[in-house]
């Protein structure tokens, strides 16, 4: 099973680090007190960005995933290389009988009761709280 082993930089380089090093560095020199024409000059990033992030306090996508595989403990390399076999099992059987939303965010299982509790019980090892409808 070594050979399979998950590798967390790997895992990491599916992110897009610049906008979230971007958006935690907004948010930091906001709270010591830089205006949002400060953080432009500082950052390079569009002030429609720093407006966003500042004042709606929306996150970017990538950072909302990052804060969401922080706080499942994707990361941890022992927890993702226990969970290999199952992760792949889940990809398998979601390419042949089943979907994932464009915006990344939702994934349909469609099958018998028998396989949609077994794949029940597996999104329970990653934390994930799943919705079966018959």
């Known amino acids: 099973m070594e050979k399979y082993k998950l590798q967390y930089h790997k895992l990491i380089e599916n992110f897009d680090n610049k906008e979230i090093k971007d958006y935690y560095k907004v948010l930091d020199l906001g709270i010591k007190g830089f205006n949002q024409i400060q ?12 407006y966003n992030w500042l004042v709606r306090k929306t996150k970017p996508i990538e950072v909302r995933r990052y804060e969401l595989f922080k706080e499942k403990d994707y990361f941890n390399e022992d927890f993702l290389n226990q969970n290999l076999e199952w992760l792949a099992y889940l990809v398998g059987y979601n390419l042949g009988d089943g979907n994932i939303s464009k915006d990344l965010t939702k994934v349909w299982f469609y099958g018998v009761d028998s396989d949609l509790e077994k794949i029940r019980k ?12 018959l």
Not at 39 to 50: M, P, Q, V
Not at 122 to 133: D, M
């Open 39 to 50: 953080i432009k000059d500082k950052i390079k990033i569009s002030k429609y960005k720093i």
């Open 122 to 133: 597996i999104l329970l090892r990653f934390k994930v709280n799943p919705k079966i409808y």
